[in-house]
C-alpha cells in the first residue's frame, strides 16, 4: 500500500488540444506553475482480488471516470510485469472538475503512489509520461513550481520537465467564482474545439510560438513578459472554445469582470495578469510581494469572489503513515 500527494498546477502557457487522444501526447507544448494549496492524496494498495476499486471523496467512481483511473493502473501494471488488482482512494482537497486543475493534481499522485505500490522503480520523467496518460496536465504536477511540458512525438519524449526559475518568488491568487462542477469536462471540450473550431489550427500554431517566448521569459527571468504572455494565452485558448460548434464558453459574466479588475489594478501599477482554464474561476499571477494588494485591489472591485493565495509548490511524493 502507498500513499502520495500532490497539487494542481496552473498553466501560464495552455495545454488546449491533443494530437493523439490515446497516449495523450498535446498538440503543443505548455508550461505552468504547481501550487501549494489544494492538495489532492491517493492511496493505491495492490493485491486486491475483487478488480480495481476507486474512489474518490467516499464516492466510488464508475464509468470513464474509473476508466481514466485504470488506464493509468494498467500502464504501471504493464511497466511493472505486474497483474494484481488494486484499490484506488483518493481525497481532494480542491473543488472536483470546476477548472481548478483536480485531474492535474489527481493523476500526478494516482501514478507516484500506484509506482511505488508495484514496486516500479520510476524517475520523474517516467512517472510524468505515466501521469500523462490520466490526463495531460497532470505531467506538469510531478514537478515542483514551473514546468514545461514538452510535447514529444510519442509516449517517451512527452513529459514535463521543472524549469529554473532565479526572479522574484511568484505568487498565485486564485479567484473562486464557482466551485460547481463544469458541465463538459476538459477532455470532452478540447476534442470538440479540436473538431470543430476554424480557430483551432490558428491556436496550435500560435501557442508553439508564445511557449517559446515564454521559455526565453523564464529564462530571463522577465516577470512582465511571462505575465503578458500569460493573458495571452489564456484568451487565444478561450478564443478558439468560442469558434467551436456548438460553442464551448467557460467563462461566466464574473470571469471577465475579474479580467477586467486585473486590468485595472494594473492601471494603478499592481502588476499582476489573468489566466482562466476549463471553468468559470480566474487565476491571478503577480510577485509574492504583491500578493496582499492584488487579493485587497480584487477584494475591492469584486467582493463575491473567494480569494485564496497560492505560491510555488512541491510535486507529487510519496508520504508514509497516512492514508486517504
Ligand atoms: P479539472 O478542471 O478539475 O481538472 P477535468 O474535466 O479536467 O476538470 O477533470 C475532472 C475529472 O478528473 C473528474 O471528473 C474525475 O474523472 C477526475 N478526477 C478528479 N479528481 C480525481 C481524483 N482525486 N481521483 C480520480 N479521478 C479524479
Ligand atoms: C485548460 O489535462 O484536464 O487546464 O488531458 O483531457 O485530461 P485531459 O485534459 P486536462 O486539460 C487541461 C486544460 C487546461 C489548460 C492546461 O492545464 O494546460
Ligand atoms: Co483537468
Same mark, same amino acid.
Given at each position: 500500500m502507498s500513499t502520495a500527494i500532490a497539487h494542481p498546477n496552473i498553466a501560464l502557457a495552455k495545454y488546449w488540444g491533443k494530437r493523439d487522444a490515446t497516449l %495523450?501526447?498535446?498538440?503543443?507544448?505548455?508550461?505552468?506553475? &504547481?501550487? /501549494?494549496?489544494? @492538495? &489532492?492524496t491517493t492511496t493505491v494498495t495492490v493485491g486486491e482480488d475483487d478488480g480495481d476499486v476507486v474512489s474518490l471523496d467516499g464516492v466510488q467512481l464508475s464509468g470513464d471516470e474509473s476508466g481514466r483511473v485504470r488506464t493509468v493502473?494498467?500502464?504501471?501494471?504493464?511497466? $511493472?510485469?505486474?497483474?494484481?488488482?488494486?484499490?484506488?482512494t483518493s481525497v481532494n482537497t480542491v473543488p472536483t472538475a470546476a477548472g481548478l486543475a483536480s485531474s +492535474?493534481? #489527481?493523476?500526478?499522485?494516482?501514478? &507516484?503512489?500506484?509506482?511505488?505500490?508495484?514496486?516500479l522503480e520510476a524517475d520523474d520523467r517516467m512517472l510524468s509520461r505515466i501521469a500523462r496518460r490520466g490526463s495531460g496536465s497532470a505531467c506538469r504536477s510531478i514537478f515542483a513550481g514551473l514546468a514545461r511540458w514538452n510535447a514529444g /512525438? =510519442?509516449?517517451?519524449?512527452?513529459y514535463a520537465e521543472p524549469l529554473r526559475w532565479s526572479g522574484a518568488p511568484l505568487a498565485m491568487i486564485v479567484a473562486v467564482v464557482s *466551485?460547481?462542477?463544469?458541465?463538459? *469536462?476538459?477532455?470532452? #471540450?478540447?476534442?470538440?474545439? #479540436?473538431?470543430?473550431? @476554424?480557430?483551432? @489550427?490558428?491556436?496550435?500554431?500560435?501557442?508553439?510560438?508564445?511557449?517559446?517566448?515564454?521559455?526565453?521569459a523564464v529564462a530571463e527571468a522577465d516577470f512582465t513578459r511571462i505575465g503578458q504572455l500569460t493573458e495571452q494565452s489564456a484568451l487565444r485558448m478561450h478564443a478558439s472554445m468560442f469558434g467551436a460548434v456548438p460553442p464551448v464558453r467557460y467563462l !461566466?459574466?464574473? $470571469? %471577465?469582470?475579474?479580467?477586467?479588475?486585473?486590468? !485595472?489594478?494594473?492601471?494603478?501599477?499592481?502588476? +499582476?495578469?489573468? !489566466?482562466? =482554464?476549463?471553468? @468559470?474561476?480566474?487565476?491571478?499571477?503577480?510577485? #509574492?510581494d504583491d500578493a496582499r494588494n492584488v487579493v485587497d485591489g480584487l477584494t475591492a472591485l469584486m467582493p463575491n469572489a473567494d480569494y485564496v493565495v497560492a505560491h510555488a509548490g512541491s510535486g507529487s511524493r510519496i508520504v508514509d503513515g497516512e492514508a486517504a
Open positions: %495523450i501526447l498535446p498538440a503543443a507544448g505548455s508550461l505552468s506553475l &504547481t501550487l /501549494d494549496v489544494f @492538495p &489532492t493502473l494498467d500502464r504501471v501494471r504493464e511497466l $511493472s510485469g505486474r497483474r494484481e488488482h488494486a484499490h484506488v +492535474a493534481a #489527481a493523476f500526478a499522485a494516482l501514478a &507516484t503512489a500506484a509506482a511505488d505500490a508495484y514496486g /512525438d =510519442d509516449d517517451e519524449s512527452s *466551485s460547481g462542477r463544469k458541465s463538459v *469536462s476538459s477532455r470532452d #471540450a478540447m476534442r470538440r474545439t #479540436a473538431e470543430s473550431s @476554424p480557430y483551432f @489550427p490558428a491556436w496550435v500554431e500560435s501557442s508553439s510560438a508564445l511557449l517559446e517566448q515564454m521559455s526565453a !461566466t459574466a464574473a $470571469s %471577465i469582470a475579474l479580467f477586467d479588475a486585473v486590468v !485595472t489594478l494594473r492601471a494603478s501599477g499592481v502588476e +499582476a495578469y489573468a !489566466t482562466a =482554464d476549463a471553468g @468559470p474561476n480566474v487565476k491571478v499571477l503577480c510577485r #509574492a
